[in-house]
C-alpha cells in the first residue's frame, strides 16, 4: 500500500469517527418558560427513562401551562431539619388534579448516576413512588438529596433527571424573592415548558457549574 493509500486510509477513519460522534443519541432539551425569565435544561433520557419520560410527557401534553415556581429551600428557612438544602420547586401543586398524571416508580441516582448538582433537575415526593408532577432545581450540590444521603430519612433520595445549562440566574433569583416560610408570597408563573427543536448532544452529568 503507498503512502497516499496510507493518508486516505487514515482520513476516512477518521470522518468515519466523526460521523459516529455526530450521529450519538442526542438528550432533548426544554425551555421553561417563566414570567421571570426562560431556564433552559437538558433532559437525560436514556439515563433516567422513567423519570424523563415521565417529565416529558407532562411537557409534551402542555400540562405545565400555567404552572408556577411556588417554593423556595434557603439555609434560613428550614429552622426545625438539621439537613438543610438549597432549592426552588415548581409544578401544578395538589389542587391541580385534573392536569395530574399517575405517579410513577422511584428511579434512585444509585440507578441513573445523576446526582444533585448544581443546577439539577428532580422530582419531589413523600414516600417512593409517590412523585410525577412537581420537580426542582437544585441551587448549589445537594448531595444528601442522592441515594444514601440524609435529607429524606429513607435514604433512598430523590429523583434527579436532567440540569440547566441556560438560566441559573433566574433560577437564584427566584430562589431570593419574599416568602412566607417557604412558600413564596407571589408566586412565579410558568407560562409554558416546551421542548426546543435543536437538541445537544449527550454530555457528562456529574461536572458542577452554574451552566449559564
Sequence with gaps: MNKAALIFGAGFIFLAGAARADGARQNPLVLIQTELGDIKAEIFESKAPVTASNFLRYVD????????????????????????????????????????????PHETTAMTGILHKDGALSLARGKPGTAGSEFFICINDQPEMDFGGRRNPDGKGYAAFGRVIEGMAVVRRIQQMPADGQVLIQKVRIKNIIRVSLPIKNSDV??????D
Excluded at 405545565?64 to 411556588?70: H, P
Excluded at 456529574?206 to 451552566?211: K, L, M, Q, S, T
Aim: proline fraction near 10%; avoid cysteine; charged fraction near 30%.
Design 206 to 211: 456529574h461536572v458542577p457549574g452554574h451552566y
Design 61 to 104: 401534553e402542555n400540562r405545565y401551562e400555567g404552572a408556577t415556581f411556588y417554593r423556595v429551600f434557603k439555609p434560613d428557612n428550614q429552622p426545625d431539619t438539621l439537613i438543610k438544602v438549597e432549592l426552588v420547586e415548581a409544578g401544578l401543586r395538589l389542587d391541580v388534579r385534573t392536569k395530574r398524571l399517575p405517579p410513577i
